[in-house]
DNA sequence: TTACATTATTTCATTTGTGTTACAATAAAG
DNA sequence: CTTTATTGTAACACAAATGAAATAATGTAA
């Protein structure tokens, strides 16, 4: 995909104006563009994106911009570039001391700001090759498939033996079952399949995968030790064997 | 740390006016936005972002939207919604045939909207479990590489033979194995491949490292002396041999 | 060769990850 | 509303993985 130049940066702004200045700015340098209009809201971005570098604005509604280096520290190595208000040096020695890797003061030259953007993407580059997730296309199951002894039946909602004999899965060990199957062969980490099951508005944390394993390999039987239909990626999460199915 | 609702919704649409008013309105609601102001922009950031729902408008400076369904598709399976200038049923139903999900025609009330939005993306997540962007440092190599006689399998988080045996690797063994691979050829210094394998806020002496290097050659069997395959840098650290790879 | 520096390997206490149960919270059913 | 089923968290036991330290082996320079 020879597009260079196609990294994400991600606005850490108040300012609607300057938000907008910048994305209009980098944009025409092909970036990708993420806005968070305060703090709270770019780790939740970073929560769910892969961005290159981030750029920080100090005064933001809940807080000063330094104090969320350390939780954007926990998400992403990206290069944290300080934009600020008014030169000070005693907090740009601050900020940098907190993990800031540049600082750009207010109003800045364009072209500088793409300058320093650019070097510290270098940088970055050259420390960590480091790409954003890749994601595998997931297919809807439509027609029963055998999985160890059991039949699974999308249209029913439950599994069932060669004789007839119904399952007692719930809803949601069922649907853990699915997305299972459909990734067989592959490793699925504990968040995703937290996202398979979870009720709007909540999210289990990842350790009530763990149970719900349990009693998903207890009801079908999976009870070698160690499981082989189920089996456990020790660091990463679950996988379901390629020849338990069929 | 309830992120419910964090889905991303990329914007295709070339009126500057519209796509902030979108933005605006879409953000209220705590979605994330990335914009796109033609149809090609956009192929390119589905190419560096997973995003959750697609909103595409069908006048585009390089063509029509509908257009750009097919080679959306080969991307993302996301709903599209069409935003369309003007009402005409023709186009709906030839949109809907190419691949569309829904349409919904401008100027449109914004809680309709969000409705919509919010029924396409329960719809998608009851088919496709979604995987939320994570920032482990697992390797991004996408097919199975051959390293030595073993076949390094990124979606197993493991090694195997040519005839199916299982390697026996711990994840973060093949989180290292991973690192050594992408910078095949490359001396690679202690303190760059603690990087990768350091757990949240514990950073291992470079020692360390010398006790998984030991670990891992005699697991993929690298046991020639001096060892061909994970090769040591003396002074530096460790280098992948690229003869090694392939 | 010797003297020194760096790496290899083993050991083992510590840390980390997983399986499982019990229980509380929540949702569903009567 | 009460009862029942489902669900997720907390707690604990256990197993595996990890890395610091000690020791052995190897490479390097003189």
Avoid at 26 to 44: D, F
Avoid at 46 to 64: A, F, K, M, W
Avoid at 66 to 84: D, W
Avoid at 215 to 231: E, H, Q, V
Wanted: hydrophobic share 35%; proline share 4%; with cysteine.
């Amino acid at each position: 995909m020879g597009h260079h130049n196609m990294d994400t940066i991600l606005l850490i702004e108040d300012d609607k104006l300057i938000r907008q200045m910048l994305r209009d700015t980098l944009e025409r340098k092909n970036y990708i563009i993420l806005e968070a209009m305060n703090g709270k809201r770019s780790l939740e971005i970073l929560e769910h994106h892969n961005v290159n570098l981030i750029l920080l604005d100090l005064t933001l509604p809940d807080g000063n911009g330094a104090n969320f280096i350390p939780h954007i520290r926990e998400k992403t190595n990206a290069p944290v570039i300080i934009v600020s208000g008014e030169y000070c040096k005693d907090q740009k020695v601050k900020t940098l001391n907190a993990g800031a890797d540049d600082y750009i003061e207010k109003p800045f030259d364009p072209d500088l700001l793409i300058a320093r953007i650019n070097a510290n993407l270098r940088r970055y580059k050259d420390i960590k090759p480091q790409s954003s997730v890749t994601r595998d296309r997931i297919t809807h199951i439509d027609d029963q498939i055998r999985i160890g002894q059991w039949l699974y039946d999308p249209s029913r909602y439950q599994i069932f033996t060669q004789d007839g004999t119904e399952g007692e899965l719930t809803s949601s060990e069922f649907i853990l079952l699915g997305t299972l199957i459909q990734n067989a062969g592959r490793a699925l980490k504990r968040e995703e399949l937290c996202e398979s099951i979870r009720r709007d508005s909540y999210i289990p944390t990842p350790r009530a995968i763990d149970v719900k394993i349990t009693r998903l390999r207890k009801k079908i039987g999976d009870n070698t030790t160690p499981p082989k239909i189920i089996r456990t990626i020790r660091g990463v999460g679950y996988m379901l064997s390629e020849d338990a199915i069929g």
